[in-house]
């Protein structure tokens, strides 16, 4: 039937139990066909030799924008011919291999292709063993590339390491594209969400899906609070502290602060990191 197809346009073969041999036969019906644009084979069986006919269909196929694999079985041989075939294809848009054993070779490989890449705007890479050295290599990729949209990296062990290195590449990529990025299962820290805030101001359509502890929300909303304060004053952190420091040296005790600012004091922790009980202000410039 898909040798002479003319008006099939989307296929859906998830849940089939689909094994190599099935994905083979598949692959080269395909080859040659320009009609279809969603193919859809999530869940079923298909390992590594059935990822390599996939590959080499992907390099072949000049109709296919939409590609479901996730939730089969590739390893790294399988993975590998897949994002070989993606390197060279120029009509994918969204390619989605969430489950599909991508650790950092397989996402080395991918930066690669997104390095080059103008086609591709998804990429679904969640629920794979993406860590934090796996997302430095992936940035490498996002680093230069101009049409990523949406790349989901959800429920994988990225930390808030990997988190803070994602954010800071799309921050200084001025040509990215990307407009969501879920990392929904990352806790992140007050750092990132301060650094996300910042990048908005050049990117307020920029979206980031990521988890966060209330009490953390709560620390950065009066870290806003603090600041207004002063800024309606025309006061800045200096005179804050020059106000508390009588004696001129430098250091104000942290009860003394907790007197200045109640119900603050959480504060205290950030400016008094190393607990010693005293605030070196001079050090904190960067909140003037």
């Known amino acids: 039937m898909l040798s002479d197809n003319r008006k099939l346009k989307s296929i859906n073969l998830s849940e089939n139990d689909f094994s190599d041999a099935a994905a083979k036969c598949l692959a080269e019906a395909l080859k040659n066909?320009?009609?279809?644009?969603?193919?859809?084979?999530?869940?079923?069986?298909?390992c590594d030799a059935g990822g390599e006919d996939l590959g080499v269909m992907l390099a072949e196929n000049i109709g296919i924008e939409v590609l479901n694999l996730s939730w089969n079985h590739f390893l790294i041989r399988?993975?590998?011919?897949?994002?070989?075939?993606?390197?060279?294809?120029?009509?994918?848009k969204q390619l989605q291999l969430s489950n599909s054993g991508f650790g950092r070779p397989e996402v080395q490989l991918m930066a690669e292709v997104l390095q080059q890449n103008d086609t591709l705007v998804l990429l679904?890479?969640?629920?794979?063993?993406?860590?934090?050295?796996?997302?430095?290599l992936l940035c490498q990729g996002l680093a230069t590339n101009e049409t990523l949209e949406v790349l989901k990296l959800s429920r994988n062990p990225i930390t808030k390491i990997g988190a803070a290195t994602l954010l800071r590449t799309v921050k200084n990529n001025m040509k990215s594209a990307l407009e969501e990025i879920d990392i929904s299962s990352v806790l992140v820290c007050e750092t990132f969400v301060e650094l996300l805030e910042e990048t908005r101001v050049t990117r307020p359509a920029l979206r980031f899906q990521y988890y966060i502890l209330p009490s953390v929300t709560k620390n950065l909303l009066?870290?806003?609070?603090?600041?207004?304060?002063?800024?309606?004053?025309?006061?800045?952190?200096?005179?804050f502290f020059q106000a508390l420091d009588k004696e001129e040296t430098m250091k104000v005790s942290t009860s003394a602060f907790r007197k200045a600012v109640k119900q603050l004091g959480w504060l205290v922790r950030k400016?008094?990191?190393?607990?010693?009980?005293?605030?070196?202000?001079?050090?904190?410039?960067e909140l003037s």
Do not use: H, P
């Open 33 to 46: 066909d320009f009609v279809v644009k969603e193919l859809d084979l999530s869940y079923n069986c298909i």
């Open 78 to 92: 399988g993975n590998a011919a897949l994002i070989a075939g993606l390197k060279v294809n120029a009509t994918l």
């Open 124 to 136: 679904d890479l969640s629920i794979n063993c993406v860590d934090d050295e796996a997302v430095r």
């Open 222 to 239: 009066a870290l806003g609070i603090f600041k207004k304060f002063f800024e309606e004053q025309n006061k800045s952190i200096m005179d």
């Open 271 to 285: 400016f008094d990191k190393n607990c010693t009980a005293t605030i070196v202000y001079s050090q904190l410039t």
